[in-house]
């Protein structure tokens, strides 16, 4: 029930690829990508906006998967771009993404990373804090320039999901919050601040959510306060900006809204929102992340070890892990996946995919059914593209794995496999000799 083909030889395909034939190429783990599907994601998201209308921005969240290849396409795609580091905003650069398409966030934006956006000439920041107002006004002042900001704000929304990526309730480390004034307290502080243009508002309410109430929430929410500082300034936004987090399908259990639902909903509040204040209708942004690249992507194992406790549980050991796919240590994340190899075989069996992370956490599926498994089977783990590479560590110094891109029938390495030299490249021996004695 995953959008993937079997061929004839009874192997699971991406991008009308073989995935055992990629194994066999490029090694394992490995990350690939369907290119195709990554378009799509991006078209069902601008192509709505487009229908109705509206002047938006669809801005990719670089955080979910971040490489020179990925970030081509989705500049193809006519998608801005949000980056929270200097590496993600290297890595745009590099990617030759136009400079005024960027956005800048974080929670703690240092000063290099707020001077490398202010000298790259970038779109946007995202304010997040009182600290931040007055770091960026010095900056601009000092370099006599001007940034387009938004404000985040913390609206008070609790977002149905896990509580690690809840970002939008009122106790959380993110932007000013509504509650407390504190967004208030920024928007008169700003105004004394020429160099900063106070373009609108930003939220984001967390990710992995499959419902528009909290959206719809989030939105009036913001909307109370423009329709404050409309009234007594005559505030009139030019963007409004609501985050990510549009859920994608994981496991059967997961039911996401398609993206245009998401998009219909968004503008439809902020219609009504606009005609009780009478003011035009703000360029729209959002920001997806996850709903761009993580249905594309999935992850290819070969199977090694195997553990059987009778009565209990078959262990199934492959060469990856949490090294390369965290979430499910970090967040229970579950996942499905097939024996690409058999992928035209029914599953027979239950097993559990465990990691070779020297970690009794590192599980990455339990209780997976699957046709009969041997030793170098290939197996193929679904919807791996966010956040899977992104997070990736050199725990137990592992090599992180390569990435390919497929499409039309092609394969392309977009990000070569690391070596055992890349692992120790940065290490250097320590020199001074020890003078203990017994
Ligand atoms: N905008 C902002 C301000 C964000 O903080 C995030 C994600 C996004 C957009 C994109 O959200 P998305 O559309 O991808 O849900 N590592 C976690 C997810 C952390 C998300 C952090 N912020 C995971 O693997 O589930």
Not at 222 to 247: R, S, Y
């Amino acid at each position: 029930n995953h959008p993937f083909s079997v061929n004839e030889k009874g192997h699971l395909e991406i991008g009308n690829v073989d995935t055992v034939e990629l194994a066999n190429e490029y090694g394992t783990p490995l990350y690939v990508y369907d290119v195709a599907k990554v378009r799509k994601n991006c078209r069902a998201f601008i192509n709505t906006f487009t229908k109705l209308g509206v002047k938006a921005q669809v801005t990719y969240a670089s955080k979910a998967f971040s490489t020179i290849a990925i970030l081509e396409v989705i500049n193809q795609e006519g998608l801005s771009l949000d980056v929270v580091s200097e590496g993600e905003l290297y890595t745009a650069l590099k990617a030759d993404f136009p400079t005024e398409k960027i956005h800048l966030h974080g929670n703690n934006k240092s000063e290099a990373e707020l001077i490398m956006a202010i000298d790259n000439n970038i779109g946007c920041i995202i304010i997040d804090n009182f600290y931040e107002i007055e770091l960026l006004d010095r900056l601009l002042k000092e370099k006599n320039k001007q940034m387009d900001v938004l404000f985040r704000v913390t609206p008070g929304v609790e977002s149905e999901t896990h509580q690690y990526i809840m970002t939008g309730n009122e106790d959380s480390k993110f932007g000013f919050n509504l509650q407390n004034g504190q967004i208030e307290h920024a928007y008169h502080m700003v105004q004394g601040h020429p160099n900063i243009k106070l373009k609108g508002l930003h939220c984001h309410i967390g990710s992995q959510i499959f419902t528009t109430k909290s959206f719809t929430l989030a939105i009036e929410m913001l909307f109370t306060l423009i329709a404050k500082w409309n009234q007594t300034d005559n505030f009139i936004p030019e963007v409004m900006n609501f985050g990510g987090g549009f859920g994608i399908r994981y496991t059967k259990d997961d039911r996401p809204l398609p993206q245009a639902e998401h998009v219909e909903k968004i503008v439809e509040t902020v219609e009504s929102e606009i005609t009780k204040l009478s003011i035009p209708m703000p360029e729209i942004w959002i920001e997806p992340g996850r709903s761009i690249v993580g249905d594309a992507g999935i992850t290819l194992y070969t199977v090694g070890s195997m553990k059987s406790i009778p009565n209990v549980r078959e262990y199934v050991a492959i060469d990856g892990g949490m090294a390369d796919n965290i979430r499910p240590a970090l967040y229970q994340a579950k996942y499905e996946g097939i024996i690409a190899n058999k992928a035209d075989k029914a599953p027979t069996k239950t097993v559990s995919i465990a990691g070779k992370c020297c970690e009794s956490g590192d599980m990455l599926i339990w209780d997976l059914p699957v046709a009969s498994i041997e030793h170098n089977d290939i197996l193929a783990v679904f919807s791996t593209g966010a956040y899977g590479y992104a997070m990736a560590s050199n725990y137990n110094r592992f090599q992180k794995p390569a990435v390919v891109f497929v499409e039309d029938g092609t394969a392309q390495l977009v990000v070569k496999r690391e070596t055992l030299d890349d692992i120790i490249k940065n290490d250097l021996s320590y020199t001074k000799n020890s003078n203990l004695t017994g």
